[in-house]
């Protein structure tokens, strides 16, 4: 990797966010940990990454709060003095049936998975277009192509993570600017742990492996990714369901 990249990370503290952060630990690297409450657990993944040889910091706030986002980008920016990668990896669920479905769980989950997104996508895209380029990555999902019963809220966010991930590479291609998504499929880190052990055994069933997603393997391709400059506007499913 390049040396003194500057990567921008959402839901940082634990699951995949925390094994993507690692993954960026390189040296010369600077890794802003966003979180949203668990501190004490960021400031763990900040420890880690210093050890590894890398800068690290946390940043606390709320993705879907506009301005929570807004003061946050510009904190990173004005430590770092810029931002060469942004994954938008911060998501929630609130799984239910549609038909038994609060409009409340519906909001957050949209506010989150998407409203987050578009709202980092923005701030950031911005500040790589004024320093000549960078790289956003949307953690997305198999579930936002294929859909799921109940978890409508999901796969309608993770939907239109994937048309903004397409409109945001036609908007900022002109800024050398790459902005791709990465479907992780389902893996058993953090919320992935919580599924319903009859959802676990559904998913290992449909992967023509047998397998769930490796962690480890989506953190190197992510990586690697970030690194690509021709490369953009595009969806990669590392899942080995077939969609």
């Known amino acids: 990797m390049e040396n003194k990249k500057v990567i921008l990370i959402t839901g940082a503290s634990r699951g995949i966010g925390r094994e993507l952060a690692l993954g960026f630990a390189a040296p010369g690297n600077t890794v802003f940990i966003n979180y949203l409450k668990e501190k004490d657990a960021a400031l763990e993944v900040a420890g880690e990454i210093e050890r590894l040889g890398a800068a690290a910091h946390h940043l ?108 945001a590479a036609i908007e900022l291609g002109r800024f050398k600017v790459r902005v791709n998504a990465v479907l992780p499929g389902f893996h058993l880190t953090g919320m992935g742990k919580t599924a319903a052990k009859d959802y676990i055994e559904r998913a ?18 992510v990586v690697f990714l970030s690194q ?10 590392l899942d080995s369901r077939v969609i």
């Open 228 to 237: 690509t400059l021709t490369v953009s506007g595009q969806v990669f499913n």
């Open 204 to 221: 290992r069933a449909e992967s023509v492996l047998g397998v769930t997603t490796d962690v480890a393997e989506l953190a190197a391709f």
């Open 60 to 167: 606390q706030a709320d993705v879907a709060d506009f301005l929570g986002v807004q003061a946050m980008v510009k904190q990173a920016a004005e430590k770092a003095g810029r931002i060469d990668v942004l994954i938008n990896n911060a998501g929630i669920t609130r799984n239910r049936s549609i038909i038994k479905m609060p409009p409340a769980d519906w909001h957050d989950v949209m506010r989150t998975n998407l409203d987050g997104a578009f709202f980092l996508t923005r701030e950031c895209g911005a500040l790589m277009a004024k320093n000549g380029g960078g790289a956003i990555i949307n953690i997305a999902s198999i579930i936002g192509v294929r859909g799921a019963a109940g978890c409508a809220n999901y796969a309608a966010a993770k939907a239109g993570l994937i048309a903004l991930t397409k409109s």
